[in-house]
């Protein structure tokens, strides 16, 4: 290559790297996790807002935030019989599930986590859910009253 | 009374009575929903035997295509305590 082209635009060749951020798609999720039983309230309430904290810092936008309680576990875990479950739904680019997801790991108050990609229908669902309009699963009632 | 579908072909007592001629369909089909929620597992139950197993789609009628959503709503379900992976007497 003829020394040439590197002296006529020095800038072009000397400039630093640029960094290129890859684009990720923006997708709806949905988390729920479990609180162990054994915090008191306060400790709980602390314990959410780590994690909404955690979803902000990574410019995730928080659709949701929906406690469902104390509630009677279906098999222990971690010799816990209850806990407290809460979802979050949130939209965001792919990598913030892997922060969240390191954070729910490595705090011990959380026993157990799940993320869930959301489809359209999912996300129409869970907004029906939201608003009360739960005609969905009163169809769904009388089915069975059918079929048995 | 139509005899229940599950035991149709095995169960001995249910050869003299008349077969059920209702014809099984996909609940999820017919009532137009489209999305399976692994959070509400009072649902689910429907779909799951007294030991908290999967029943086969040639009892529940379902389609191949809610099938495979409601397995893995069971399985979501379970992993979040909601549904016990095995159960004695759920029903």
Same mark, same amino acid.
């Given at each position: 290559?003829?020394?040439?082209?590197?002296?006529?635009?020095?800038?072009?060749?000397?400039?630093?790297?640029?960094?290129?951020?890859?684009?990720?798609?923006?997708?709806?999720?949905?988390?729920?996790?479990?609180?162990?039983?054994?915090?008191?309230?306060?400790?709980?309430?602390?314990?959410?807002?780590?994690?909404?904290?955690?979803?902000?810092?990574?410019?995730?936008?928080?659709?949701?935030?929906?406690?469902?309680?104390?509630?009677?576990?279906?098999?222990? *875990?971690?010799?816990?019989?209850?806990?407290?479950?809460?979802?979050?739904?949130?939209?965001?680019?792919?990598?913030?599930?892997?922060?969240?997801?390191?954070?729910?790991?490595?705090?011990?108050?959380?026993?157990?986590?799940?993320?869930?990609?959301?489809?359209?229908?999912?996300?129409?669902?869970?907004?029906?859910?939201?608003?009360?309009?739960?005609?969905?699963?009163?169809?769904?009632?009388?089915?069975?009253?059918?079929?048995? | 009374?139509?005899?229940?579908?599950?035991?149709?072909?095995?169960?001995?007592?249910?050869?003299?009575?008349?077969?059920?001629?209702?014809?099984?369909?996909?609940?999820?089909?017919?009532?137009? *929903?489209?999305?399976?929620?692994?959070?509400?597992?009072?649902?689910?139950?429907?779909?799951?035997?007294?030991?908290?197993?999967?029943?086969?789609?040639?009892?529940?009628?379902?389609?191949?295509?809610?099938?495979?959503?409601?397995?893995?709503?069971?399985?979501?379900?379970?992993?979040?305590?909601?549904?016990?992976?095995?159960?004695?007497?759920?029903?």
């Amino acid at each position: 290559m003829p020394e040439s082209q590197y002296l006529c635009a020095p800038n072009q060749f000397f400039s630093p790297p640029t960094f290129t951020p890859i684009v990720m798609e923006v997708r709806n999720y949905e988390t729920v996790f479990i609180v162990t039983p054994v915090l008191n309230e306060s400790q709980v309430q602390e314990t959410v807002e780590k994690f909404t904290q955690v979803l902000k810092e990574n410019s995730a936008a928080l659709l949701s935030t929906e406690a469902w309680g104390l509630r009677k576990l279906a098999y222990p *875990i971690q010799k816990k019989t209850t806990g407290y479950y809460y979802c979050l739904s949130f939209t965001g680019e792919g990598n913030i599930v892997d922060v969240l997801e390191l954070a729910f790991r490595r705090d011990e108050r959380i026993i157990r986590f799940l993320t869930t990609v959301l489809d359209k229908h999912a996300v129409d669902y869970n907004n029906r859910r939201r608003n009360g309009e739960m005609n969905l699963q009163k169809a769904a009632k009388e089915t069975e009253a059918v079929a048995h | 009374m139509a005899t229940p579908a599950f035991n149709r072909n095995n169960d001995r007592s249910a050869m003299n009575k008349p077969q059920d001629t209702r014809k099984k369909y996909c609940r999820f089909k017919k009532n137009g *929903i489209k999305y399976v929620d692994y959070k509400d597992p009072n649902f689910l139950l429907k779909f799951v035997n007294e030991q908290g197993r999967v029943l086969p789609r040639r009892l529940t009628g379902t389609s191949l295509k809610f099938q495979r959503k409601v397995t893995q709503a069971i399985a979501k379900a379970r992993h979040l305590a909601l549904m016990p992976y095995v159960a004695d007497a759920l029903k």
